[in-house]
């Protein structure tokens, strides 16, 4: 949920062929640039969907998307109706699925569609269904955004690339729940914030947190208040770069952190405000698992221990 300024992709073409069997699949931003925005932008209206009709959980856990077997899940909605229902992108099928807890269904073709078409078939999908919901059609943490019900310029779907993305999630997914399982304070869900399209998992030593001094595009004060109310260490996978990146922080940022060891090939991004790793170091690794653990872990630990974290009593002994 940190806001970034974009990371510009190599300049150079990528010529190494695609591979469809690789466990870590390779996916150059520049060529699915087209389609990354339209699907960010589409997870953003899901995702509004939910916040409209969500109660307030701390740090705005009500919000997300999770990663599941097929694809994306908003997980189950509440609405004032007195029903449920539950908003899936399956990228196998390549639908958009609406079900109500009264055994009721909707689906929309994803397909090569204007933002503009999406937000209305999915907003006359749920009154159809009786769950009417409106939500403010301002894309969040994007500069120059267009309104939802205005954007005639995305309209991009390779189905190859988003699978591509979908498994990279999928991947990154069990890694980083083998790593918040070693933690037994207050930790979030691994959950994707459409916001910048991140998957990420969050730490807490327990501690209250100077109010934040960030914004973006969009996006209130209030926002971030509540996201960085308590000291956090953050990790995720953000599509952004030459292949993506792994990111790691800690807000507030003690002194010594970025000047920490950590993982060989991660490095501290100025411009970014925390650690690094390009995900073209997990994919091309032997040991991509264990990379990547290594990486979080070295990272958490850099925070902890700079920021005086109780680590005994806030990580499961091993």
Same mark, same amino acid.
């Given at each position: 949920?940190?806001?970034?300024?974009?990371?510009?992709?190599?300049?150079?073409?990528?010529? +190494? &062929?695609?591979?469809?069997?690789?466990?870590?699949?390779?996916?150059?931003?520049?060529?699915?640039?087209?389609?990354?925005?339209?699907?960010?932008?589409?997870?953003?209206?899901?995702?509004?969907? &939910?916040?409209?009709?969500?109660?307030?959980?701390?740090?705005?856990?009500?919000?997300?998307?999770? @990663?599941?077997?097929?694809?994306?899940?908003?997980?189950?909605?509440? %609405?004032?109706?007195?029903?449920?229902?539950?908003?899936?992108?399956?990228?196998?099928?390549?639908?958009?699925?609406?079900?109500?807890?009264?055994?009721?269904?909707?689906?929309?073709?994803? +397909?090569?569609?204007?933002?503009?078409?999406?937000?209305?078939?999915?907003?006359? %999908?749920?009154?159809?269904?009786?769950?009417?919901?409106?939500?403010?059609?301002?894309?969040?943490?994007?500069?120059?955004?267009?309104?939802?019900?205005?954007?005639?310029?995305?309209?991009?779907?390779?189905?190859?690339? @988003?699978? $591509?993305?979908?498994?990279?999630?999928?991947?990154?997914?069990?890694?980083?729940?083998?790593? $918040? #399982?070693?933690?037994?304070?207050?930790?979030?869900?691994?959950?994707?914030?459409?916001?910048?399209?991140?998957?990420?998992?969050?730490?807490? #030593?327990? $501690?209250?947190?100077?109010?934040?001094?960030?914004?973006?595009?969009?996006?209130?004060?209030?926002?971030?208040? !509540?996201?960085?109310?308590?000291?956090?260490?953050?990790?995720?996978?953000?599509?952004?770069?030459?292949?993506?990146?792994?990111?790691?922080?800690?807000?507030? !940022?003690?002194?010594?952190?970025?000047?920490?060891?950590?993982?060989?090939?991660?490095?501290?991004?100025?411009?970014?405000?925390?650690?690094?790793?390009?995900? !073209?170091?997990?994919?091309? #690794?032997?040991?991509?698992?264990?990379?990547?653990?290594?990486?979080?872990?070295?990272?958490?630990?850099?925070?902890?221990?700079?920021?005086?974290?109780?680590?005994?009593?806030?990580? $499961?002994?091993?």
């Amino acid at each position: 949920m940190t806001p970034r300024d974009p990371v510009p992709a190599s300049t150079h073409p990528v010529t +190494e &062929r695609l591979d469809d069997t690789a466990e870590w699949p390779i996916l150059p931003v520049a060529q699915w640039q087209p389609t990354r925005d339209t699907l960010h932008l589409w997870a953003q209206i899901i995702g509004k969907i &939910r916040l409209a009709n969500s109660p307030l959980i701390n740090h705005w856990w009500n919000v997300p998307l999770y @990663v599941t077997s097929r694809g994306l899940t908003t997980s189950l909605i509440p %609405h004032d109706s007195g029903r449920n229902f539950q908003i899936d992108f399956d990228f196998h099928t390549h639908q958009l699925q609406i079900t109500t807890s009264d055994g009721q269904l909707r689906s929309l073709s994803l +397909e090569p569609r204007t933002v503009a078409d999406f937000y209305k078939r999915v907003l006359n %999908h749920l009154n159809d269904l009786g769950l009417a919901t409106r939500i403010w059609p301002m894309p969040v943490e994007i500069e120059n955004a267009i309104p939802f019900d205005k954007d005639d310029t995305h309209a991009s779907y390779d189905r190859d690339h @988003v699978q $591509r993305y979908w498994r990279t999630l999928v991947q990154t997914d069990r890694v980083m729940h083998e790593f $918040r #399982s070693r933690f037994l304070g207050k930790a979030s869900p691994v959950h994707l914030w459409w916001g910048a399209l991140d998957l990420a998992t969050s730490r807490f #030593s327990g $501690r209250p947190a100077p109010p934040h001094p960030s914004s973006a595009p969009h996006l209130g004060p209030h926002v971030m208040l !509540e996201a960085y109310s308590y000291e956090v260490s953050s990790c995720g996978y953000w599509p952004d770069g030459d292949q993506g990146l792994f990111y790691s922080y800690i807000y507030p !940022e003690p002194d010594g952190f970025r000047d920490a060891p950590v993982t060989d090939g991660a490095y501290y991004s100025h411009e970014l405000g925390e650690f690094v790793l390009p995900y !073209e170091r997990i994919r091309e #690794s032997a040991d991509p698992d264990n990379l990547l653990l290594d990486f979080l872990q070295s990272t958490y630990v850099a925070a902890a221990e700079h920021a005086g974290w109780q680590r005994s009593s806030l990580e $499961r002994s091993t």
